[in-house]
Nanobody, 115 residues
Framework: QVQLVESGGGLVQAGGSLRLSCAAS????????MGWYRQAPGKQRERDAA???????NYADSVKGRFTISRDNAKNTVYLQMNNLKPEDTAVYYC?????????WGQGTQVTVSS
């Protein structure tokens, strides 16, 4: 089963940038599509960005032009470059392969954007 370790979160002012990393193990990383998700307090978890095994990316409308997802198959790691951060981006961020059975989420990494 997959193990996921997210890192790179922190406190940043509006307009700032962060780069999140997610190291995956327990799966053949290069054969899995990967996504970045966020969960804000009191809200459902939602997907911000996804990258296929071929490198095709797609983004939620709210982050298009600001976030960039990438992957390094040699390091079994997926990244999320977050630019021009907004207070509404405050959330815990997770990565997860898809499609994949539920229930193997990592601890996530907290991103807090101050206004």
């Amino acid at each position: 089963q997959v193990q996921l370790v997210e890192s790179g979160g922190g406190l940043v002012q509006a307009g700032g940038s962060l780069r999140l990393s997610c190291a995956a193990s327990g799966i053949i990383f290069s054969r899995n599509h990967m996504g970045w998700y966020r969960q804000a307090p009191g809200k459902q978890r939602e997907r911000d960005a996804a990258i296929s095994i071929s490198g095709t990316t797609n983004y939620a409308d709210s982050v298009k032009g600001r976030f960039t997802i990438s992957r390094d198959n040699a390091k079994n790691t997926v990244y999320l470059q977050m630019n021009n951060l907004k207070p509404e981006d405050t959330a815990v961020y997770y990565c997860y392969p898809y499609p994949y059975p539920a229930g193997h989420w990592g601890q996530g990494t907290q991103v807090t954007v101050s206004s």
